[in-house]
Structure formats: C-alpha cells, structure tokens
C-alpha cells in the first residue's frame, strides 16, 4: 500500500516557479514509477510528467519540456515537480500517482493516487 500526499501549490504571477513536492509512505514505493497529472475546471486529467524507480529515466508531456522537472529522493521518499516560467494555462489541481513497473503516460495505469494541490497562475 502507498499513500501519497502533494504539497507546495498556491497563486504565482505568470513568468514565475513553484515545486510541487509528492511524499509517499509505504517501503514500496522505492521501486513505483511516478508520475504527475493535472486537471484545469472542465477539462480531462492530463499527463505532465513521469519518473521511473530509480529516478534515471524521465518522460514530459511536449507542452513541459524545458519548463517542468520532474525528479526524485529516494531517501526522502519524495518526488518533486519544478516548475519554472508558468502560464495561465498552468492553472489546475495537479495530482501525483504511482505505479508498479515502468512508467506511462495513461492516467488508468497508475494504481495510487494523492488528493491534489492546486496551482494557479495570474496573468
């Protein structure tokens, strides 16, 4: 069992950078991949970034490239998302998931979810 929780968002001005941080319990998570996904009002859940097991592989949506980085402490049990130069359309509750094996970008793959933070960016 793992339970994860995500901290660290709130209101940033356009241009600016937040880090999203995704605690987990649970001994097993050291070998979950994870993943982070967002959700603005009305839309669908989306993919934004994911980490494999042992943090040396990554995978972004195109619309964070260059922009979001996802990583994480295996010490920590903690995976961080650091978000730079945001926009408007960064607004949403974003949310962290883990999952057994490699990675994906499928929302119905991962197998545990936190509740969400929200971020929102003011133009």
């Known amino acids: 069992q793992v339970q994860l929780v995500e901290s660290g968002g709130g209101l940033v001005q356009a241009g600016g950078s937040l880090r999203l941080s995704c605690a987990a319990s649970g001994r097993a998570f050291s070998y979950y991949a994870v993943g982070w996904f967002r959700q603005a009002p009305g839309k669908e859940r989306e993919f934004v970034a994911a980490?494999?097991?042992?943090?040396?592989?990554?995978h972004y949506a195109d619309a964070m490239k260059g922009r979001f980085t996802i990583s994480r402490d295996i010490a920590k049990n903690t995976v961080y998302l650091q978000m730079n130069s945001l926009k408007p359309e960064d607004t949403a509750d974003y949310y962290c998931?883990?999952?057994?094996?490699?990675?994906?970008?499928?929302?119905?793959?991962?197998?545990?979810w936190g509740q969400g933070t929200q971020v929102t960016v003011s133009s």
């Open positions: 980490v494999n097991w042992s943090g040396s592989s990554t």
């Open positions: 998931a883990a999952k057994a094996g490699y990675y994906s970008s499928g929302a119905d793959t991962y197998t545990y």
